[in-house]
């Protein structure tokens, strides 16, 4: 059973910056490719949500996996559905905010 994928706010916002960073470094075409390449990796959850690794206190639940690494992409799995929590780009620290 294929799980429904759902992006925060927060993520929502990370992939818009991230968007806008690699644009302003290279082109807004390579922008566009590597944050659809990371929307598509989000959106792969849907078939296999446990393949992150668990990351901080086991109850909360969140498992954190990484695109291309350049990418750490956090979430949680509730029932049916993947929630997409943060995408942090280039090593932006995010351990902080799941301990």
Do not use: Q
Request: glycine residues 12%; charged residues 25%.
């Amino acid at each position: 059973m294929a799980h429904r994928v759902v992006y925060t706010p927060d993520a929502e916002d990370h992939l818009a910056a991230i968007l806008r960073f690699v644009a302003e470094g290279s082109s807004v075409e390579t922008a566009e490719a590597f944050v659809g390449g990371l929307e598509r990796h989000c959106d792969g959850l849907a078939d296999f949500p446990r393949r992150g690794t668990p990351v901080g206190k086991p109850e909360r639940g969140v498992r954190a996996l990484v695109y291309r690494g350049r990418a750490t992409i956090t979430y949680m799995v509730e029932n049916d559905t993947v929630t997409i929590l943060g995408v942090f780009y280039a090593g932006r620290n995010w351990r902080g905010e799941f301990d």
